[in-house]
């Protein structure tokens, strides 16, 4: 009888090759995740318990549903990292606002425990490349340090806008400057690629959340006042649109198993 791990060693990569689309999409996720996580709790009265519940019951389905297929296929992958941005995103204004943990307490611990996450993914599979997302064991690693950078990017996006009072603008020209340093380090001086890689990841998510609070919010708190209802489905639709396309031309399929 054949091993789970032999089993999982002949599945195809589970997540899409890193091409523009993939930034793309990524950055349209994070802002979706903060501001669907406001237009649920806020604009159409949830509550913030319940909209957890809600959005973590759809995340653990998606993921159930993620983990049982054997090759990346965009829709499901997408929907997941969608969902998984706003519970990230609701991880955190729970610690914040439901049991008064700071800002910097939250940034800090999710920063400590994303490590965490990293060194015992590498400690036991020697490696964190997206390149090898080819078993069970290496895809929750993969899963669960995604969820972390969410909750991290909106811990560190909101210490940079609201606790510094630097302004949403301003926080998207931070984050998206310290992207631009990574792809800099990683193009020009050759830099790691997995690393750079995880970086970019990570900055992308309080970049996207930066983003969705400056459209969002109103003109008198910084904002361009669009709410949350308009920027949530623009951004959803906009994620729609790029993810059909390359459900159609395959343009993000990695197609050698072993990398």
Known sequence: MESVTSIGRRMLNKVPEVTIFFWIIKILCTTVGETAADYLNETLGFGLTNTTYVMGALLFAALVYQFLLRKYVPWIYWLAVVLISIVGTLITDNLTDN??????????VFSIVLLIVFALWYWIEKTVSIHSITTTRREA?????????FALGTAAGDLSAEYF????????????????LVTILYYVFKRNAVLAFWLAYILTRPLGASIGDYLSQAQSDGGLGLGTTATSFIFLGAILITVAYLAISKRDVISNMDR
Not at 99 to 108: I, K, M, W
Not at 144 to 149: H, K, Q, R, S, V
Not at 173 to 179: K, R, S, Y
């Open 99 to 108: 049991l008064g943990v700071s800002l910097e307490t939250t940034t800090v």
């Open 165 to 180: 009072n630097l302004g949403y603008l301003t926080s998207v020209g931070i984050f998206a400057g310290l992207i631009v």
């Open 141 to 149: 690693f993969y899963w669960l340090a995604i969820l972390f950078t």
